[in-house]
């Protein structure tokens, strides 16, 4: 066969493979150019809000250098970079909401499709871009997590910055407010204080001086490159005023992220909690892997985590989830979805035709809380 006959073959089935519906994994192989994809980058709601100052915001910067030739998972850290520095996103790297005990811990994980490598820190402390840490450690080390006092070890060994104190005066501010209201005097027994905690966190979002959706909060960032090369990367402060060291979904592979370079790429935001027990990114990826559109593959783990959630305290009076959690997939051929338990957030796309904040679709009406 002639190269040019043989391209021709190719192109001819691959597009055949099309019409007919085959699952991403079949051309997975195939040049990015013949599978008719669509280079994307799609993101949680604030990859298109914060710009730090800067003139992108996340998924714009991430497709722009995407599109220029630079790698793929560098092009989406280098967005979620942004969201990291900027002091006015409360859920993420700088000026993140810290722990109960006031200090701003971390979660990152990245996974790299083509390189089928991944790295990930958790509860790290002092660095204000752990999705960077979490990448040396995809780099520079034969592991695929790092947490506490050894991932800012490693971090400072790497030569980043470990600053004292992550909190930027707002985030401080609100952690003395939380403080002053769920634990005046310091007598509450720990079941007591924990669930005073959260009620106050989320009545303080009520009025307005937290946003809900910070309560818990992240950003996912996954692309498609013009070459056909699939990542993701997670990076959060996690739950606000947390117990010291709990650690939510975020860096863990398969729950905050799952990446698989021939079919796609899932992340979540929301209650860690509910995503872990089902390690739902790692679900949705392997429901495309079996043929399904990012939407339907999305919604079934979100159907999964409905199933799941039976404890009272996390119910509303509807008998369902009283939380939200949200997905955001894309597959090799660049269709994608953000999907969420509930309406309202948004979520970020950018392609050829530029930024945009879409609304997630939702799989229950109503609000969580009601
Ligand atoms: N999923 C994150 C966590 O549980 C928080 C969030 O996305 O809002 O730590």
Redesign the pocket.
Known sequence: MTTHSRRNFVRNNLLGGFAAGAAPAAFGQAPAVLRGLRPVVIASGNGNHFKNGGSATCVEQAFRMMTSGADVLDALIAGVNIVELDPEDN?VGYGGLPNADGIVQL?SCCMHGPKKRAGGVAALEGVRTPSLVAKAVMEHTDHHLLVGAGAQAFARNMGFTIEADLNTPKSRQLWLEWKRRSDPQHYLDPDKRAAAGFKTGLAMAAEGLIDGEHL???INCNGLSPKGEIAGVTT?S??AWKIPGRV???PILGA?LYVDGLVGAAG??????A?LYGLCSFLIVENMRRGMHPKDAALDALKRIKANTVEKRLLNRRGEPNFNVNFYAINARGDFAGVALYGGPTYAVCTENGPQSRPVEALLSGEPGA
Not at 268 to 273: D, F, I, K
Request: a negative charge.
């Open positions: 859920s979660d818990y909060g992240t959060t996690g739950l939510g979904d975020s905050g979540s935001t929301g209650r860690g909690e995503n």
